[in-house]
Structure formats: structure tokens, C-alpha cells
């Protein structure tokens, strides 16, 4: 399919669809249409009308006047809270822009742009922690890339590096919880499980995954990973469960002896 958007000279924009679609198949395209001036001061005024204000002038993009004054400031939320939001809710935007703004926050100049320096950043905190990945490709930070690869082991080592960190507590509590909230709040809802795990999922059209810890009937916590690679993934959510239940059913330990 091919697709020529036509901007008007009062800026609407008109879409010409051309190319062929076979019998019984669809075809599912998102277009961004709008440059980010436009998209920006398009934003800004529709939001400023649903706060019942008007904006009369036109929009101009050029530096801000040395004379501006500061009418309104906003600041972002900590970094705990958002990658609860992104974590809780699969959040691909938040993710892809955490993921650039680490790199723009330790660029230099041989890296070329923020992507190619978070990539170094990541690899650089992976070998201080000891964790070999040949197998990791990271493109997007939410993972939505073709080219995108990890092994289930490396995840796990990753895993295995944040329970020992200080920040354990927070990366933990900012996952889905089995059969509680987030994207796992319908799955393992009637289980042992529930309850019991705090588990990433990962949806692509061709791959399922689970990424997080989990906890056995005998309270151990596990770094648990799964990731089922299928042109046809149907069910696959039911498989990634089981994983899940059949770690929770470990052998009973049997009681230690009372230190007397």
C-alpha cells in the first residue's frame, strides 16, 4: 500500500490510498501527519480550549523573547512513578522516551544520536553488573522493533541484578500483580497464583512473553522468564500461566528443628 498526504494551503491534509489488498485480508496503517510544530501548538490549543480559554494569535515557532515571563511551570513526576506506568500498563510511548531521555541525559559525541546513546549506556551498566548479553539488540525501548532480540537467560540476569539493588522495592511493586491489576489483572485471577507474582507481559503479533518474580508455596521468590516465539502465538497466554502455576507448586520443605 502506498500512501501521499497532501497539506492544504489552510493546513488541512488530504490522504491518497492507492496499491491492492488481496481478497478477505485487511490492513491496519498509522500515519503521522503533522510535523511536532504543528502537532505541538495544535495541541496546546485544544487543550487550552477544554480549559474554556481562547488563543487568538497564530503560531509561531521561534526562540522564546528574553523579556518572556514564566506564567506556569510544570515538572515531571519522579522516576519511580513512571516506570510504574509504564510497567503496571505496557506503556510503549512512555518506555520509547525513557529510553531516549536516558540518552540524551549521558550523549556524547560519538554516539550520533540519543537512541545509539542509551543503547551504550545500557550495555555499559550490563557489564558493571557482570551480565554478559551477546544476544540482546535494543532499537526501541518498548521493544516494538523487528530487529529487537534478548534470550530468556539474559533477562533472568537482569532480573537477578535488580533484586539486589537498592531499588529493588520500587522496580518490584512497579509490576503487574498476578490476578490483581495491570495487564495481569484478568490472568491466574482464581489461582494459587494470584496474588503471588509481580510479572511483565510482553505482546507482540508473533511473540508472548513474561518477565518478573514470582513466589512457590514454600515462600522462596523466583526471577522467572518466558518467551514463546510463534507465527500464530493463540493460547500462548494460557502456556505462560502454567509456567507460573507449576513454579508456585514446589515440594513441601520439611520443617526445621527448633533451636533450642
Not at 500512501?3 to 490510498?17: H, I, L, R
Not at 510544530?37 to 503560531?59: F, N, P
Not at 500464530?232 to 533451636?259: E, F, I, N, T
Request: proline share 4%; aromatic share 6%; glycine share 8%.
Amino acid at each position: 500500500m502506498r500512501y501521499n498526504p497532501v497539506t492544504a494551503a489552510d493546513g488541512s491534509v488530504t490522504v491518497t490510498v492507492s496499491g491492492q489488498l488481496a481478497e478477505g485480508c485487511s490492513s491496519q496503517t498509522y500515519l503521522s501527519l503533522l510535523d511536532h510544530a504543528t502537532y505541538t501548538a495544535g495541541a496546546v490549543r485544544a487543550i487550552w480550549q477544554e480549559l474554556g480559554g481562547t488563543i487568538q494569535g497564530r503560531d509561531v515557532q521561534a526562540p522564546v523573547p528574553k523579556n518572556a515571563k514564566v506564567l506556569a511551570r510544570a515538572f515531571s513526576p519522579d522516576l519511580a512513578e513512571i516506570i510504574r506506568d509504564i510497567n503496571k500498563y505496557s506503556n510503549n510511548t512512555m518506555a520509547q522516551q525513557l529510553f531516549l531521555s536516558l540518552g540524551a541525559q549521558f550523549r556524547n559525541d560519538a554516539d550520533g544520536d540519543d537512541a545509539k546513546a542509551a543503547q551504550r549506556v545500557v550495555r555499559q551498566w550490563l557489564a558493571k553488573k557482570g551480565i554478559t548479553a551477546p544476544h540482546l539488540v535494543m532499537e526501541n525501548g518498548s521493544g516494538l522493533s523487528r530487529a529487537e532480540r534478548v534470550s530468556a537467560r539474559e533477562m533472568a540476569a537482569m532480573l537477578q541484578a535488580a533484586w539486589h539493588s537498592p531499588y529493588a522495592a520500587e522496580y518490584i511493586s512497579s509490576m503487574p500483580i498476578a490476578g490483581t491489576d495491570g495487564t495481569m489483572r484478568k490472568r491466574l485471577k482464581t489461582t494459587a497464583m494470584r496474588g503471588e507474582a509481580h510479572v511483565k507481559t510482553g505482546t507482540l503479533n508473533t511473540v508472548r512473553a513474561i518477565a518478573g518474580f514470582s513466589r512457590d508455596n514454600n515462600g522462596n521468590t523466583w526471577a522467572v522468564v518466558a518467551i514463546l516465539n510463534d507465527p500464530k502465538p493463540w493460547g500462548a497466554s494460557s502456556v505462560l500461566d502454567q509456567v507460573l502455576l507449576d513454579l508456585y507448586r514446589q515440594p513441601k520443605l520439611a520443617a526445621a528443628a527448633p533451636v533450642l
